[in-house]
């Protein structure tokens, strides 16, 4: 029998709410609050709530199977998918010559859309989060899944958590749950009472922290500057008419007193960078392509990044080191898919689990195809956001999270989209305090 915990530990977000003694210690987080706990048994799933003192709940039945769970999540996948391409239109030509295809959030990431189209597009997402909270946590034969479905609903409308949940296989993309924060009532079948709230990547900062794996919280810049590498594909730019690598260039050209800087557009040179002993780099960063399995029957067996002059899969990267040394970096797979994370719910074998595995501190990107327009600014926010000398310094959950909302007020819902593999706490530590 193979147990599958999964465990949802509960703080409140407060000002400096990630801020446990010691670091971000996980154990010492489950004492503090509540937790889930879902084991697997055989052919379906056992769930059950933890409370503060250590009691259980009754516990309930998931009868989900793994391709059947698989599917569920497909499924909200592809209806976030299907409503972005329901938004395509068509334009003259620059030249005249009849129609083309227009496709906003292909050529805008600042309000591609206008309010009404906006609005329209929220009410589907959240139908698509609702269907796959519903059909996880709330499908009972007994009431009892209810029931602990209703603790859920309660936990979410809250007010801001931080949730972490505690996960070898099960995994699902938690930031893009919606749960209907009015406790009166419920989302209307067309959707279109929904509140942005109701998206937990919206209101909550949600970790999916695999708990085979030591994860440390901190990176300590050198000199005062952090090392920074990033593997890019070229060729972006001039494919999708967008500046993304330019402006990629443009921020590290305006932060040199930040960072050194490493950039791989080989797979020669990014082989060579991530199997460098000892390991240097404290953020890497993937602007490129990335190919994930779609079906739970036709699996790709390696993933694959994708750089102008050829492909790497995940099992190279296997194969390129063991483990991240002297510490372990922050990594940012801004390609389309390439958070997808327990593709299968079995034993995994993706980016984020290798990365992970090899002893990753934070590791965060997309379920789905994201736009190259609206990737490259996201992942240049990001960074300037995380890069902050602050007291206390920016943590990547909180900054993930509030980036979110920024682009969601711009009519751009794609934040909701990138997950976050651990280190919701990780942060930099630019240099030692001198204490007397």
């Known amino acids: 029998m193979t147990e599958t915990p999964l465990s949802i530990t509960l703080k409140e977000d407060n000002s400096d709410g990630f801020s446990l003694p010691r670091g971000y210690d996980h154990e010492l987080a489950l004492e503090k609050a509540g937790a889930v706990d879902i084991q697997q048994k055989d052919r379906y799933f056992e769930i059950y709530l933890i409370n503060k003192s250590y009691r259980r709940s009754e516990p309930a039945i998931i ?10 999540v497909q499924e909200c996948r592809s209806a976030w998918e299907k409503a972005l391409k329901d938004l395509e239109t068509t334009r003259d030509h620059p030249s005249g010559a009849g129609q083309i295809p227009y496709h906003p959030y292909e050529n805008e990431w600042h309000r591609p859309v206008e309010d009404e189209a906006f609005r329209s597009l929220g009410a589907k997402l959240a139908l698509a989060g609702n269907d796959l909270f519903v059909s996880i946590f709330e499908r009972s034969e007994d009431g009892k899944l209810d029931r602990i479905a209703a603790n859920l609903r309660e936990i979410a409308r809250t007010g801001s958590n931080m949730l972490t949940v505690s996960t070898t296989h099960f995994h699902i993309p938690w930031r893009m749950i919606y749960t209907h924060p009015d406790p009166e009532g419920e989302l209307a079948s067309d959707g279109s009472n929904f509140e942005p709230s109701g998206f937990w990547g919206f209101q909550h900062v949600v970790e999916q922290y695999p708990n085979k794996y030591p994860i440390s919280d901190r990176l300590n810049a050198r000199d005062g500057k952090l090392d920074f590498g990033a593997a ?17 260039r443009d921020f590290i050209q305006s932060s040199t007193n930040m960072l050194t800087y490493a950039e791989w557009t080989t797979i020669l040179g990014l082989e060579k960078g991530l199997s460098a002993t000892p390991f240097e780099q404290q ?10 399995a779609n079906t739970s029957k036709s699996p ?35 390609a389309c898919r390439g958070g997808q994370l327990g593709t299968l719910v079995r034993e995994n074998f993706s980016f984020a689990s290798q990365f992970l595995e090899q002893g990753a501190a934070c590791v965060v990107g997309p379920q ?28 990547a959950g909180m900054v993930l ?20 593999y651990a280190g919701a706490d990780c942060h930099i530590r630019w240099a030692e305090k001198v204490t007397s």
């Open 63 to 72: 009868n989900l199977s793994h391709d059947s769970l698989f599917d569920v």
């Open 232 to 248: 890019l594909h070229e060729r972006i730019d001039t494919e999708f008419k967008v500046n993304c690598i330019k402006r990629h």
């Open 283 to 292: 953020v890497v960063y993937f602007l490129c392509h990335a190919d994930m």
């Open 300 to 334: 790709e067996i390696a993933p694959t990044l994708h750089l102008a002059d050829g492909e790497i899969n995940v099992a190279r990267f296997r194969r390129l080191r063991k483990k991240f040394e002297p510490s372990g970096p922050l990594i940012f797979i801004n």
């Open 368 to 395: 789905i195809e994201v736009p190259a327009v609206f990737a490259g600014e996201f992942g240049n926010r990001f960074f300037t956001e995380f890069l902050q000398r602050t007291d206390p310094p920016p943590r």
């Open 401 to 420: 999270r509030e980036l979110t909302r920024q682009m969601w007020k711009r009519n751009n819902p794609f934040g909701l989209v990138y997950s976050l």
